[in-house]
C-alpha cells in the first residue's frame, strides 16, 4: 500500500486568538507576547501533578502557554500531541513525533 495524498486531520474550522504569556508553566524560554491565531492542530497537552494541561507551543519563541481548558473543544483534546520536558518521566512514555515537538521547552 502506498500513500498518494495525506490530509491533515482538521476537526473543524476552530480559531482561537491568545498571547504568548508562558502561562502557569516553568519554561527555559521567555514568553515573546505576540499575538497569535491558533487552529486544532496547534494545541498540545502537557502533564504536570497528575492532570494534564492544555495550551500551545508559541511559533516565535517556543514558549508553552497554557489555555483554559473550557475554551478548547473536547474532540481537540481528545487527538492532540502531547508534549514535555525532556528528561522527565513523561517523556519517556511520547511518541517519537511527540519529543520531537518536545524539544524546544
Not at 61 to 81: G, Q, R, S, W
Request: charged residues 35%; proline residues 3%; contains cysteine.
Amino acid at each position: 500500500m502506498k500513500v498518494l495524498e495525506k490530509e491533515n486531520y482538521k476537526v473543524r474550522d476552530w480559531k482561537l486568538k491568545v498571547e504568548c504569556t508562558g502561562n502557569l508553566w516553568h519554561n527555559k524560554n521567555k514568553p515573546c507576547h505576540s499575538i497569535l491565531e491558533l487552529e486544532d492542530g496547534d494545541i498540545v497537552k502537557r502533564e504536570g501533578l497528575g492532570e494534564f494541561s492544555y495550551g500551545f507551543i508559541c511559533c516565535e519563541c517556543h514558549c508553552f502557554t497554557e489555555i483554559a481548558p473550557k475554551l478548547i473543544p473536547d474532540e481537540i483534546k481528545n487527538y492532540c500531541l502531547q508534549v514535555a520536558a525532556k528528561g522527565s518521566d513523561a517523556y519517556s512514555k511520547l511518541s517519537e513525533e511527540e519529543k520531537k515537538l518536545s524539544e524546544v521547552l
